[in-house]
C-alpha cells in the first residue's frame, strides 16, 4: 500500500485534507491510548490469530464468492459476488464489531457502547460482547427503534441494553451524539465501537483494517477461480466500511476500478439523498473532517434514503481522499433502482440482498454499459434482506401475514 502508507504517515490520522480528530478535550487522552494500543495489536501476531480465528469460528469465513451467471447474460461483463450476506448476524458489521471487542479486551474495558440505525450494527455488537464476555449498552433513535422492533428484540436477546434516544430527528446521528455523551463520561471502563469508518482517529483506519478482509479474501478468491484481478470492484457506501474493507488491498493496483454506489433517495436535492458526492462539501461532523451533507451556513441537512445504513450526511473520510485523488469514482442508486436491484438478485440469482446493498446490484445497469463481455466484476453483497422484508412488504403495498396486496 506504498501510497496510503506514505500519506498516512506524513499525517498520522488523515487521508489527504481529510480525517483528523474533532473531539472534546475529555477524549483526548482515550483516543490516544486506544491509537498506541491499535497500532501495537495491529502488529501483534497472538492477537491477530485470536482475531481470525474468531472470524473463522464464529462469523464463518471465508464468506463465498459467488459467480452471477444471469446477472452477466444480462448486463454483459462476467460478474461475481462477495457474499458478506452469509456472515453471522447477517452483514459485514461483525468483522469489525468483533476486532474492536477484542481490542477493548486488550485495554482492560468491561464495558462497551454503541450507536445504530437500523440494528445491524446493534445486533453486531450485542453479539461479539456475549462472546467475549462485556457489558452492552446500545443507544437508538426511538424512531429507528419503532421501525426495527425485530432488532431491538434480538439486541436484548443477546443481552444488551437498547437506550431509546429521543433527541433531534431521533435517528442514527441523535445516537451517534448521545453515545460520545456518554463516552466522555465512561471513559475510564468504556470504549465505544463505532459502527462504519467514520469519527475521530483512529477509528477509520482502525475499522477499515478490520473489514480489510473482505478485500483480501477477494483477491485470493478470484485469482484462484479466474486467474487474474478483476477490472472493478462495486459496493455500497454509507460510512463507507465495507467498501474501503473491499477496496483497500486493491489500492496499489491501478488496473482495478474502484467504484463506490451511494444512496441516490428520491431526488437531486438537499435532504432528498445521502449522496455526499453530489452536493457534499467539506465539513467537519462528529468527530472528523469529510464531505459532508450541509448548507452554506454548515448547518447538516437531513438526508433520505431507503435504507437506513446508508442514511448518514457525512462519508468515511478516506473516500473522500481517493475520490479527491481520482482513484475511486462514486455512482448513486436512486430508492426505485434498489429496490429493482433487490428484485433482481432475489429472482435471478435466488438471494435476498440487504436493502443497502441493493444499490450496488441498482446501479449495475449504468455501472455496466460500454464495458468489455470479457472484463471482469465483483460486486460485494454487504448482507442479507431479511431484515428489510417488512419495509419492502409497506412499501410495495403487501402483507406479509397474508401475502395479499394492501
Ligand atoms: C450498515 C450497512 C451498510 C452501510 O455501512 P458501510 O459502513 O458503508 O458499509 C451497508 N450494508 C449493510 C448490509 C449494512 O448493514
Known sequence: MATTTTREQQRPGY????????VPETLVPVLDELTAAYFELRQDADFQKEYRDLLRDFVGRPTPLTEARELSRRFGPQIWLKREDLCHTGAH????????????????????????GAGQHGVATASACALLGLECVIYMGVEDMRRQLPNVYRMRLLGAEVRGVSSGTKTLKDAVNEALRDWVASVADTHYIIGSALGPHPFPTMVRDFQCVIGEETRAMIQERCGRLPDALVACV?????????????????????????????GIE?????????????????????????????????????????????????????????????????????????????????????????????????????LAKDSLLVVNVSGRGDKDLAEVARLEGVDIATGSSI
Not at 487521508?15 to 474533532?22: L, N, Q, S, V
Not at 445504513?309 to 481522499?321: C, M, Q, R, T, V
Open 270 to 370: 438537499l435532504g432528498q439523498h445521502a449522496a455526499r458526492f453530489d452536493g457534499g462539501t467539506p465539513g467537519v461532523f462528529q468527530g472528523m473532517s469529510s464531505v459532508v451533507l450541509q448548507n452554506e451556513d454548515g448547518q447538516v441537512m437531513g438526508t433520505h434514503s431507503i435504507s437506513a445504513g446508508l442514511d448518514y450526511a457525512a462519508i468515511g473520510p478516506e473516500h473522500a481522499w481517493l475520490r479527491a485523488i481520482g482513484r475511486a469514482e462514486y455512482f448513486r442508486c436512486s430508492d426505485a433502482d434498489a429496490l429493482r436491484g433487490f428484485h433482481l438478485l432475489s429472482e435471478a440469482e435466488g438471494i435476498i440482498p440487504a436493502l443497502e446493498s441493493a444499490h450496488a446490484l441498482g446501479a449495475l445497469p449504468s455501472i455496466c454499459e460500454g
Open 93 to 116: 458489521k461483525i468483522n469489525n464489531a468483533l476486532g474492536q471487542g477484542l481490542v477493548a479486551k486488550r485495554l482492560g474495558k468491561r464495558r462497551i457502547i454503541a450507536e445504530t
Open 238 to 266: 454509507g460510512g463507507g466500511s465495507n467498501a474501503i474493507g473491499m477496496f483497500h488491498p486493491f489500492i496499489d493496483d491501478a488496473g482495478v476500478r474502484l467504484i463506490g454506489v451511494e444512496a441516490g433517495g428520491n
Open 15 to 22: 487521508f489527504g485534507t481529510y480525517g483528523g480528530r474533532f
